[in-house]
């Protein structure tokens, strides 16, 4: 086996394990406030969502460089010279398998909570009212608004968060401010940020692994293709898959053009 490929492999692995925990944290969060007496509020379920980034930035940034998120790997691989195009679709298999197979964990880890939860309520999976399980693993409208409007939210949301990021993670900044150690944890806190302020608005994924990886999931479960319609226009499930990749190379472009090269330019 060649360096290169024993070298993809592990940060494939590391891929795996940090979208993966990511998802598990906020999911385990979710299905603990809706299927127990642990009752959590939106305050502090942005700050698990928030924290679970952070600890999965820490636990691959050395060997992977901590994409987590395909929508970042295709912005480096369309921005970046540096990146390998070999890794990015080993990378985004890596990320969504991860994000599957740990909502699996969940599932699994709640799976008498989840059981009671249904029959207690009468629920059927497949049907609007399972949206209130389907809810724990996916992404799903707050409310009735267009196609439109649910993307744009999306997309902004992401180009935003992307070019903060980036900000957060610029070398160039560093005589103003550029701590490494503590960019992880900033980056949590933005996380914690934008789902405070933006859930109430709109569901939002950022991560396009962070929905479709559980859709799977659900899907082969009992709910089938409604847990990608969510019982809502059948182009829904796009939003949270195409949104971040457009929002992310949006706001990644934003920064790479007008901050980077031109107010960063030696």
Avoid at 31 to 49: D, G, M, Q, Y
Avoid at 56 to 78: D, E, K, M, R, V
């Amino acid at each position: 086996m060649n360096f290169f490929r024993k070298n993809l492999i592990q940060q494939c692995v590391i891929e795996f394990f940090g979208t993966g925990l990511i998802i598990f944290f906020g999911t385990s969060c979710l299905a603990a406030s809706k299927l127990t007496h642990v009752h959590f509020n939106p305050f502090e379920i942005s700050c698990i969502w928030g924290l679970a980034v952070s600890m999965s930035i820490y636990f691959s940034a050395s060997t992977s460089g901590a994409h987590l998120n395909p929508a970042i790997t295709i912005f480096f691989w369309l921005s970046s010279k540096d990146f390998n195009k070999k890794k990015v679709l080993p990378y985004i298999i890596s990320q969504i398998f991860g994000s599957f197979f740990f909502s699996m964990l969940t599932y699994f880890l709640y799976y008498h909570a989840f059981i009671s939860f249904k029959n207690q309520n009468n629920i059927i999976l497949g049907t609007q009212e399972s949206l209130k399980l389907a809810s724990i693993f996916c992404v799903y409208p707050n409310f009735n608004h267009s196609f439109i409007r649910n993307s744009t939210i999306e997309i902004l949301t992401t180009a935003l968060f992307m070019i903060i990021l980036l900000q957060l993670n610029n070398k160039k900044n560093n005589k103003i401010f550029y701590y490494k150690s503590i960019a992880p944890f900033l980056i949590g806190v933005l996380i914690f940020m934008i789902n405070i302020s933006i859930t109430p608005l709109n569901n939002i994924s950022l991560n396009p692994a962070r929905d479709l990886g559980p859709k799977i999931f659900l899907s082969l479960t009992g709910w089938g293709i409604f847990s990608f319609t969510g019982g809502n226009n059948s182009l829904y499930f796009l939003i949270p898959i195409i949104g971040p990749i457009l929002g992310v190379n949006l706001g990644g472009w934003i920064h790479k053009i007008l901050i980077d090269n031109y107010f960063f330019k030696k």
